[in-house]
């Protein structure tokens, strides 16, 4: 089975909107970490949560865990055209292996 | 911050063709790396994992013989694609596993087969 599986939705907001992504898994995890990528392009790592944190900040960024629900969502406030990217969140089983699950990704647009 | 590269980035070879890919981190050792594969508007779906001086570790349904990989060094993991078909054409990732447990991601290679 697939960890770490996002709503399947596009996204498409007018920049300064807040952008708002949800991840939901199934096995418990080490952590869940959230990328960005770019199309055609590699991942860039945005943020990780551990299993233990509830929230976590990174400049526009926001993450929360929700363990008890399986879930996770990223925040991106006041976002700018340059945020147009597909977001994925992966997960870190308790396998002890660091094999990471990928979720489908949602795909953001930010309008100029 | 830890960067890892991958060579080439695109190629394009023709049906039953081998093709080679590196992946390397340049400056960090990393004794684990890990293959990806993404088709097009897809997620990355993990095929193996290297791990320096031993035989790689391959996903269910991922055929070793056909991506063949090899760690040979702290820094340097191969991936080939012997006999590529079209079905291979996809954009393959590799990440690089630092001491610290972190994975850094190379930024992909872009493989067609005609």
């Known amino acids: 089975s697939q960890q770490g599986e996002e709503d399947p939705q596009a996204l498409s907001i007018q920049e300064g909107e807040n952008a708002t992504m949800n991840c939901s898994y199934k096995?418990?995890?080490?952590?869940l970490q959230w990328y960005r990528q770019n199309s055609g392009r590699g991942l860039v790592h945005l943020i990780l949560i551990r299993s233990n944190e509830r929230e976590k900040h990174s400049g526009r960024l926001r993450v929360t865990l929700d363990t008890s629900k399986k879930s996770s969502s990223l925040l991106i406030t006041a976002s700018r055209a340059a945020d147009t990217a597909s977001y994925f969140c992966a997960t870190d089983g308790r396998r002890g292996n660091n094999r990471l699950a990928f979720g489908k990704g949602n795909q953001v647009v930010v309008i100029p | 911050g830890a960067v890892v590269s991958q060579h080439p980035s695109w190629v394009i070879c023709k049906s039953g063709t081998s093709v080679k890919i590196e992946c390397r981190s340049l400056d960090f050792q990393a004794t684990t790396m890990f293959w990806y594969r993404q088709f097009p508007k897809q997620s990355l779906m993990l095929m193996a994992t290297s791990n320096e001086g031993s035989k790689a570790t391959y996903e269910q349904g991922v055929e070793k013989d056909k991506f063949l990989i090899n760690h040979a060094s702290l820094t340097l993991s191969t991936l080939t694609v012997t006999s590529a078909h079209p079905e291979d054409s996809s954009f393959y990732i590799c990440s690089a596993e630092e001491p610290v447990d972190e994975q850094f991601f190379g930024p992909g290679t872009r493989l067609t087969v005609l």
């Open positions: 096995t418990s995890i080490n952590n």
